[in-house]
């Protein structure tokens, strides 16, 4: 909920700083970003969202898509995980 057009523009900004898409495909999760994950990143993805790679591990394709186990139901560690994903822009270019 935002009180002001700047910060209702400022959160959706933020929304798609890193995330670009999302769909499920097959029991896949499929979600499109501009930077992908370090394998640290992919690693802590592993850890902190099991509840998706139960199916298998995180999936990276070098490029944009992260393939994940997705059940259609979890949207709720998706959204926390879109967060984590945003999260990653802040580090492109460093050692993190």
């Keep these: 909920m935002c009180h002001s057009i700047e910060a209702a523009i400022e959160e959706v900004e933020h929304f798609y700083s890193n995330y670009y898409a999302f769909a499920v495909d097959e029991g896949w999760g499929v ?28 999936e990276f394709d ?6 994940f186990g997705f059940d259609g139901r979890n949207y709720v560690n998706l959204r926390l995980l879109i967060d984590v994903v945003n999260g990653w822009t802040s ?5 993190a």
């Design 62 to 67: 070098g490029d944009q898509t992260l393939r």
């Design 91 to 95: 580090k492109v270019g460093s050692a």
């Design 31 to 58: 979600l499109t970003v501009r930077h992908g994950p370090n394998a640290e990143q992919l690693r802590h993805l592993n850890e902190e969202f099991a509840v998706f790679s139960t199916r298998a591990p995180f």
